[in-house]
Structure formats: C-alpha cells, structure tokens
C-alpha cells in the first residue's frame, strides 16, 4: 500500500514538473507583432536574449524576480530569444535546466535589418535589448543592453500607473 | 553642484554612446597594433580604393559565424580595391578570450589573411559608433585621397549562412562603388554581440 502511493506520489510529481516545461514557440516576426498588438496582460516585457550571449542570461534572473514579483500586478515576461530555429532543442534546455517562469519564445526571424527597426528604431541590433509595452494607448518603452532589477523595476513603473 | 556634475557625466555617457559617424563622414583614422605586432593605419592604405573596416571578436559566436565569410570578402574584395580589417575593440578582462594573445591564437587558427587590429582603448570604436560585432564600417576614397564612410551594417542578412538567397550587403556596396555608386541600401541593423566597454 504504502509503495503503491510512493509510485502514484512520484507519477504525480513527474507529471506536474512536466507540466511546467516550457514548450518555447516559435514565432515569425509577424506572429509576434499580431501577439503584441492583441496581449492579453496590461505590461508585457519582452526581454531579446539568445543562448549565447553571456549578458543576456546574466540579466535573466532579474527579469525573472520581475515576474515573479509582479505578476500580480498585470506584468508579463517574455524571453525572446533570438537563437537560430535550428537550436530550438538547445533553447528548451536551457528553459527547462535553469527553470524559466517566464515565457520563453523563440523568434525565427533571420532578416533581422528587416524587423530591427519595427522593435524600436533606437535599437542598433546588439543584445540584450528589452522592449515593454503597455496595453492601453500601446505604449512602448526601449532599453539596449543590460538591466538589473531595481533599474528594470524603475524602467517599468511608470507604465503601471 | 554634485548633482550638475552627475548630469554632466550621464550627458557625457550619453555622447560616448550616441557618437560615432553616419554614411558621408570622414573616416577617423587610426594607427592600432595589429597581431604581428606593427602598426596599421588608414594612411597605409595608399592603393586602396576603399577599405573594409570590421569591428569583429574571439569570442562572439556570431562573430565567429562570419570569421569563414571576413575571409572570403578580403579574398575577393582585396584585388577589387578594398581590402578587409578587422578590429577587435572588447575589453579583454571581461572576456579573457579576446586579449591580443587570443588574437594572435585566433588569426592564426583560422588562416585569417588580413590584419587583425586590437583597440585597446576603444576609442577607435567610439569613434566610428561601433556598438556590436560583427559591425562594417566600408570606407572609400575620394578624389582628394581622403576616405569616408560609404556603408554602415551587416556583412549579409543571413547570419546563420544557410539562405543561399541570401543579400551580400558588404559585396553590393563594394561592386556599387566600383561602378561610381552609392551602396544601396547604405546602411542595415543587424543582431550582434554588444561591444564588452570598460
């Protein structure tokens, strides 16, 4: 009896960290612009990162506190990352390995002097950049480079109000 | 009088940032070792057409992605006039791999045939508003001998190097300015790894 409900306890565990894996999309620029102009969450902070590059996963933590921390308070976290289509195994990974709350997409959008410019025309095209945008009157505010927490949290305050 | 300081120096940044040429400037010259330990600058370049200035790295994998094609376009680009060179600008304490002597490993390993030129102190990167790599600067000579800036971009839109449809925006600009053109488009964004500044 006992073995049988440690079986059914670790069945249940499994399934419910399965459940958590992140399944990261894929998404043309297009769909992402579609995504933006229709969300569903007040502020959407979408962080442009890939696996590669050292200061964006450094930074990830920060953005991750972030929405853990408000949530509540209608923010959304989206990891772009910017990783060829042909890594998308490597980008699951690394979501499920470091445990990503956050949404995790991955953008399939090789043309990038196509689209750069539609992110925000202040982006030069290094990462990481972060791009917030505010659902009413479609606000949007751009940073290129790195944020900590607190520089993160005073870059989205006045998007809350 | 603290506090005009500080906006004097976030203003200051602000210029470090922003600063840098757009297409029709001057080219800044520059006299920076390069790996074989003598010093290059635009004056060398007397022959030249033009010249194909790359801030590139070690370390960047989308740096490295393009290290095989820097190769191919002095290969191809050097007899038309406009020879390759590359410029690493990143502080090495941030990424021990792209010291002068990971330079020299790099260069080495790779066959690179053109010079590999470190910026030590980023101002040569600061000047032309480099912000990423890999990041052109193609120059051209004008009548007066003197170069400036023809194109600012990508080498092509197709980092990965798997669209054989792909856009050689550096090849296009060239083989336009050999036809007396302006390279068009005259400049692109691209994604890239930030410049690591000290």
């Known amino acids: ?161 | 009088m603290k506090k005009v300081f500080s906006l004097l120096a976030i203003l200051a940044m602000g210029v470090a940032t922003f600063a840098g040429v757009v297409v029709g400037d001057a080219a800044p010259d520059f006299k920076l070792k390069n790996i074989d330990g003598k010093t290059v600058t635009l004056k060398d370049y007397t022959n030249a057409k033009g010249i194909i200035v790359i801030f590139t790295c070690n370390h960047c994998p989308y740096a490295v992605q393009y290290e095989d094609r820097i190769i191919a376009l002095n290969k191809n680009l050097k007899d038309k006039g406009f020879p390759v060179i590359a410029i690493n600008p990143n502080d090495a304490t941030k990424y021990p791999d792209d010291n002068f002597d990971g330079m020299v490993k790099r260069a080495k390993d790779k066959g690179f045939n053109f010079p590999y030129l470190h910026d030590d102190t980023q101002e040569v990167a600061k000047a032309y508003g480099a912000t990423r790599t890999p990041h052109v600067f193609l120059l051209v000579k004008g009548k007066d001998n003197k170069f400036t800036v023809a194109y600012i971009g990508a080498i092509d839109n197709d980092t990965e190097n798997v669209n054989p449809e792909k856009t050689k925006y550096v090849e296009n600009a060239v083989t336009a300015l050999n036809a007396n053109k302006k390279p068009d488009p005259s400049s692109t964004k691209a994604i890239g790894c930030t410049i690591k500044w000290k």
């Open chain 1, 1 to 161: 009896m006992i073995q049988k409900c440690i079986v059914g306890l670790v069945l249940m565990l499994c399934v419910g960290l399965s459940a958590k894996a992140q399944t990261v999309e894929v998404l043309t620029f297009e769909q992402l612009q579609t995504r933006m102009a229709s969300q569903k969450q007040e502020v959407v902070v979408y962080n442009f990162w890939a696996t590669w590059c050292k200061p964006c996963v450094e930074e990830m933590p920060a953005f991750e506190k972030l929405y853990k921390e408000y949530q509540p308070k209608g923010v959304h976290v989206v990891f772009v990352s910017l990783d060829f289509k042909s890594k998308h195994a490597k980008v699951v990974e690394f979501a499920d390995k470091k445990e990503l709350q956050g949404e995790v997409i991955l953008l399939d959008a090789p043309d990038y002097n196509a689209w750069i410019d539609k992110v925000s025309t202040e982006w030069g095209g290094s990462i990481p950049a972060t791009l917030v945008v505010k659902k009413t009157g479609n606000v949007q505010k751009f940073h290129e480079g790195s944020m900590t927490y607190n520089e993160l949290v005073t870059f989205i305050k006045p998007l809350l109000k």
